[in-house]
């Protein structure tokens, strides 16, 4: 089974640092993927890891600890067109992403 | 950038009747998906496809649910006899180059079922 664990909700303002934290148990694991998705709109593919570390993209920076069950996505700089859902996929070594619920990113002015 | 295509974008059908959704993965991506998303829930996974065979299906995608690549382009998910909790937005995916790659979403086909 799999067991994927992030906050519900955060709130930041513009300009700001924000990590959400992401914890997972999969009965496999092949890599874990971050998305995003705007109210209404279909996920968008942020970042994948596979290995244990850091992951820089831009604005956004996914970390990974394998031993742990442990991820986290990092967003700098934010802007207002941040605010969305942000979901944790782990790939549990067989094809399909298994989304948590998302943590749902609330940027204000 | 290429990007996958859903149509329709909102399908209202009787409850009891078949439906089709139809999907045009990204044209080199050889790995499809489709999830749904229940209003207010979590994206669910329902089936994965490749070399004209299932790969994996979940326990929700059940004996009134199907999947076809009828040609090189598209990727149909039927379900036979629809239900009311069969209102969802589906989402179609495709990836690239094996299983691990990040998969691509298509704008989803909002279902309702009345």
């Known amino acids: 089974g799999q067991n994927i664990d992030q906050p519900t909700e955060m709130t930041a303002t513009e300009g700001a640092i924000v990590q959400i934290n992401c914890t997972y148990q999969?009965?496999?694991?092949?890599?874990l993927f971050w998305y995003q998705q705007h109210a209404g709109e279909a996920p968008t593919f942020l970042s994948y890891?596979?290995?244990?570390g850091l992951e820089e993209k831009g604005r956004f920076s996914s970390f990974l600890s394998r031993s742990k069950g442990y991820s986290y996505l990092l967003l700098k700089e934010l802007q207002m067109k941040d605010s969305a859902s942000y979901l944790c996929?782990?790939?549990?070594?067989?094809?399909?992403?298994?989304f948590g619920k998302g943590t749902t990113l609330s940027v204000s002015s | 950038e290429p990007e996958v295509t859903q149509t329709p974008s909102h399908q209202v059908t009787q409850m009891g009747q078949e439906v089709i959704l139809r999907c045009v993965p990204i044209?080199?991506?050889?790995?499809f998906y489709w999830y749904r998303q229940i209003l207010g829930q979590k994206v669910e996974f329902l089936v994965s496809?490749?070399?004209?065979?299932?790969?994996?299906k979940s326990e929700i995608f059940d004996d009134q649910f199907s999947v076809e690549r009828p040609d090189g382009s598209n990727f149909t998910l039927k379900i036979r006899s629809t239900k009311l909790e069969d209102s969802a937005m589906y989402f179609c995916?495709?990836?690239?180059?094996?299983?691990?790659?990040?998969?691509?979403f298509g704008d989803g086909t909002r279902l309702s079922i009345l």
């Open positions: 995916a495709s990836s690239g180059g094996g299983w691990n790659q990040p998969q691509h």
């Open positions: 999969t009965s496999g694991f092949n890599g």
């Open positions: 890891n596979v290995l244990d």
């Open positions: 996929a782990p790939n549990q070594a067989g094809t399909a992403l298994i």
């Open positions: 044209s080199n991506h050889l790995y």
């Open positions: 496809f490749y070399n004209n065979e299932i790969s994996e």
